[in-house]
T-cell receptor, first 114, second 116 residues
């Protein structure tokens, strides 16, 4: 199984600022995924990040708001830009496991925007 | 679009009680179905899965049967333990829209607390 470390685990941020979340995997993976879980809601896929190419964003998410970096096969960052209280959520990093759609997840980053 | 509906939580049980967490889905075609679990302080991890109708997924004493006729995938365990306290997520894989790739669609999660 893959071990995924996310930083920070939680943060409280002022509106209008940006936060960068880091995701480190203990093995090389092709695809990394970023999810958001808003309060009382299900997990929603934000984007898929492949090393060496632009991230692919899901409907309703744009690169200007959620820029993603994927500099190598073990690391990715998600930035939440120009934050508003509506961005208060848990953000999760994920990678695929050996089985199809057997995903591994990090512990998540709990973001509160005030 | 495709969706998953889970029973509202939180659920609180005593040790050795029987557990059922209901999950129903809406999907085009025949999705694969999953239960993920998130223990306190840890990331989500796959608990069990079923890929076609009437399949039963099982792991760690938990079971769920893929029921196409009722579009359900209820999670059950005969005797829960304190260590089963966690958040449980039902999920399915849906075919991508507009030619996009397949992706996981999750329910909202159900928090289970088991008391000694």
């Amino acid at each position: 199984s893959a071990v995924i470390s996310q930083k920070p685990s939680r943060d409280i941020c002022q509106r209008g600022t940006s936060l960068t979340i880091q995701c480190q995997v203990d093995s090389q993976v092709t695809m990394m995924f970023w999810y958001r879980q808003q309060p009382g809601q299900s997990l929603t896929l934000i984007a898929t990040a492949n090393q060496g190419s632009e991230a692919t964003y899901e409907s309703g998410f744009v690169i200007d708001k959620f820029p993603i970096s994927r500099p190598n096969l073990t690391f990715s960052t998600l930035t939440v830009s120009n934050m508003s209280p509506e961005d208060s959520s848990i953000y999760l990093c994920s990678v695929e496991g050996p089985g199809r759609f057997q995903a591994f997840f990090g512990q998540g980053t709990r973001l509160t925007v005030v | 679009g495709d969706s998953v509906t889970q029973m509202e939580g939180p659920v609180t049980l005593s040790e050795e009680a029987f557990l059922t967490i209901n999950c129903t889905y809406t999907a085009t075609g025949y999705p694969s179905l999953f239960w993920y679990v998130q223990y306190p302080g840890e990331g989500l991890q796959l608990l069990l899965k079923a890929t076609k109708a009437d399949d039963k997924g099982s792991n760690k004493g938990f079971e769920a049967t893929y029921r196409k006729e009722t579009t359900s995938f209820h999670l059950e365990k005969g005797s829960v333990q304190v260590s089963d306290s966690a958040v449980y997520f039902c999920a399915l894989v849906t075919a991508g829209t507009q030619g996009g790739s397949e992706k996981l669609v999750f329910g909202k999660g159900t928090k289970l607390t088991v008391n000694p």
